[in-house]
Nanobody, 121 residues
Framework: QVQVVESGGGLVQAGGSLRLSCLIS????????VGWYRQAPGKQRELVAELRTAGGTEYADSVKGRVAISRDNANSVYLQIDSLKPEDSAVYYC????????????????WGKGTLVTVSS
């Protein structure tokens, strides 16, 4: 079974920073992309940043200039958030899509359970 585990959330003052981590495990799983999403109460889940294993990144306009997605390897991805604002408060989810190499199954997708970020004014 593929597991996606987020960590690094917490309570931070506005203007502070956080570094979120996403660890993906699964011996037969090969991610093609890893993304960070967030969902605040009463809001739709939205993409924050995405990193493609082969290269390339994407950022939401609302966080552009304040966030950076990076990786140690294809299975360890981070989201650095600077200059946090109260409106950044949300549950942040790690998402990955890729391939199960055993059967060559493409288009698989997995979500973590989320990590809560709360930004106080």
């Amino acid at each position: 079974q593929v597991q996606v585990v987020e960590s690094g959330g917490g309570l931070v003052q506005a203007g502070g920073s956080l570094r979120l981590s996403c660890l993906i495990s699964g011996s037969t799983y090969r991610p093609s992309a890893v993304g960070w999403y967030r969902q605040a109460p009463g809001k739709q889940r939205e993409l924050v940043a995405e990193l493609r294993t082969a290269g390339g990144t994407e950022y939401a306009d609302s966080v552009k200039g304040r966030v950076a997605i990076s990786r140690d390897n294809a299975n360890s991805v981070y989201l650095q958030i600077d200059s946090l604002k109260p409106e950044d408060s949300a549950v942040y989810y790690c998402n990955t899509r890729g391939v199960l190499i055993d059967g060559g199954l493409t288009g698989v997708e997995y979500w973590g359970k989320g990590t809560l970020v709360t930004v106080s004014s």
